[in-house]
């Protein structure tokens, strides 16, 4: 029964991660194409708040990874090892059930 807790934890802290890399993506896209001005404090202020929760996380993966210009993958390959630790921990869950 724990083990079940403890991939029902990581599974809802994989879950706010990918919101948060989605919400940080639409965001950076509004500002790109000037959708919104870069001078509205409240969503930069969201921006610049997401952007230092997930930098933690999103920087060895860039140091790691290949130059590819202004495409930026490295949200789309933490979503991937999340979703991969996911599988594995749940695979472990019905191994010892």
């Known amino acids: 029964m724990l083990l079940f807790s403890i991939i029902q934890i990581v599974e809802l802290l994989t879950n706010v991660l990918v919101m948060l890399i989605i919400i940080q993506f639409v965001i950076g896209l509004l500002f790109a194409f000037n959708v919104i001005n870069s001078g509205n404090q409240f969503l930069m202020t969201v921006y610049n ?23 930026d993958f490295s949200p789309l390959v933490l979503i991937i090892l999340l979703q991969i630790v996911l599988i594995v921990l749940s695979n472990i869950a019905i191994a010892a059930a």
Do not use: K
């Not at 952007?51 to 495409?71: D, F, K, Q, Y």
């Open 49 to 71: 708040s997401i952007n230092s929760l997930l930098e933690p996380v999103l920087g060895p993966i860039r140091r790691i990874m290949p130059r590819t210009g202004a495409i």
